[in-house]
């Protein structure tokens, strides 16, 4: 493990062409570090002073840098915005799983969330969303979820 308002106002909601079944399944599958066997890696991180928390075009941008670093699969980015503190909610849909955001930019603080399966590398996703964000402090836990105890598991 790694440890290192009420509402209405804009929002942003872009869908992808869809996926062909083939495509879909084709990086759906576990994950293997060794011989640990397990559905996928979450990843719950949070960031202290942080910048760019109020502009959701640079919070979709930086979706789709994290998405792309990770040789992940976007479907669907959601963003909304909220009034009165400006904070963001979102989540971008994989084909992996997610990545999603909270943001608190009264307290310069945003809350990520990135859970990933197969071939995708969410500390990849991670470094990206750090660049853009520029925190000061970062705290991370990451979980491995579904650990396999057997082959029977598998079945």
């Known amino acids: 493990m790694i440890k290192h308002s009420t509402a209405t106002a804009q929002h942003s909601d872009t869908n992808m062409e869809p996926l062909s079944p083939d495509v879909m399944h084709a ?11 397990y559905a996928g890696q979450h990843i719950i991180v949070d960031f202290y002073n942080a910048k760019h928390l109020t502009e959701i075009s640079i919070i979709e941008k930086a979706f789709r840098q994290a998405i792309k670093a990770a040789n992940a699969t976007l479907l669907h980015i959601h963003l909304h915005h909220f009034t009165p503190n400006d904070g963001v909610s979102g989540v971008a849909v994989l084909a992996e799983s997610h990545i999603s955001v909270h943001t608190w930019p009264e307290r310069h603080f ?7 399966c197969g071939d995708a590398k969410p500390l990849l ?8 964000f520029l925190p000061e402090r970062v705290h991370i836990e990451s979980i491995r979820r579904g650990i396999v105890q057997n082959d029977e598991e598998l079945v």
């Open 27 to 37: 990086k759906d599958h576990y994950m293997q570090d060794g011989d640990q066997i």
């Open 110 to 116: 945003a809350a990520f969330d990135i859970f990933m």
């Open 125 to 132: 996703a991670l470094e990206e969303l750090k660049k853009v």
